[in-house]
């Protein structure tokens, strides 16, 4: 089996894949501080409650943009799984071509989710990532990354109006009957979803109007499936791209390094 890790800034997603199919997943909360002995006990605990043997694993492959964890996740691999992970960054096969003034500025998450929307459904693409920050990756006909852009998430946007404005409320993000609020939660419902689709179909449709052909727009993430309901540049949702993406470039990898031997 192989292990799947993603790091986030506000939650981490796992998964574990058999035989190239995703069997199980998990979302666990982000703390920069958790040490090596609480990553590998709640990651045995997670395979116990899913009646899965965690000794079976033999890979492990992760991304992150949280630097301060990476050191912790290795030691866990080690420590729990007698296994050095695969690590994305500088010197690992992705088979992505980065047409970006610096590459290495491109987080891991966006070009695991450039491997695997590009291998899953060819190009050109536009992925839309709804983490903590909701990022658009641009590939073209080719598989080359041309680039994109960087937005704030609605978590982040929802959490800076609930904290500066005292007499509005916490509302779950839910989908409103009308866009017209009769009321302070329907409004905001209202505005938060709206608005953020509003903002997603503006930027893909000016990122449309610089490619030579029309690409497939693809959503993932937290908050994907809520606002693709209402987009009308969203074409497919893929909740679990990124954990498919690191399946790929471990098997890239993988082959490799058989190739050297």
């Not at 050095?84 to 096969?93: A, E, F, N, T, Y």
């Not at 966006?110 to 291998?119: E, P, Q």
């Not at 979803?193 to 937290?222: C, S, W």
Request: proline share 4%; with cysteine; glycine share 10%.
């Amino acid at each position: 089996m192989l292990l799947t890790i993603d790091v986030g800034n506000t939650h981490k997603m796992l998964g574990v894949f058999q035989n190239n199919e995703l069997i199980t997943c998990w979302r666990i909360t982000t703390s920069w501080e958790r040490s090596e002995d609480e990553l590998g006990i709640t990651i045995k605990n997670l395979f116990r409650h899913s009646d899965l043997e965690w000794r079976d694993v033999t890979g492990i492959v992760i991304s992150s943009v949280v630097p301060p964890l990476m050191y912790s996740l290795e030691k866990m691999s080690k420590k729990y799984f007698k296994i050095s992970p695969l690590i994305i960054g500088p010197g690992v096969k992705t088979g992505l071509n980065i047409l970006m003034d610096d590459p290495r500025e491109v987080g891991a998450d966006r070009v695991v989710n450039a491997v695997a929307g590009y291998s899953l459904y060819g190009g050109p693409l536009v992925i839309v990532d709804f983490g903590t920050a909701t990022t658009f990756c641009v590939i073209n006909e080719k598989g080359d990354y041309l680039g994109g852009a960087i937005a704030p998430g609605i978590g982040v946007s929802t959490e800076a109006l609930f904290n500066k404005a005292a007499k509005l409320p916490r509302v779950e993000m839910v989908k409103p009957r009308h866009v017209i609020g009769k009321n302070t939660i329907s409004s905001m419902h209202s505005g938060i979803i709206y608005g953020f689709v509003g903002q997603v179909d503006g930027i893909v449709h000016r990122i449309i109007n610089e490619m030579p052909r029309k690409p497939l727009v693809l959503a993932t993430g937290g908050f994907a499936e809520i606002l693709a309901e209402e987009s009308e540049t969203i074409e497919k949702v893929n909740h679990y791209l990124t954990l498919e993406g690191l399946r790929i470039i471990y098997a890239r990898n993988m082959e490799e390094e058989e190739d050297k031997l």
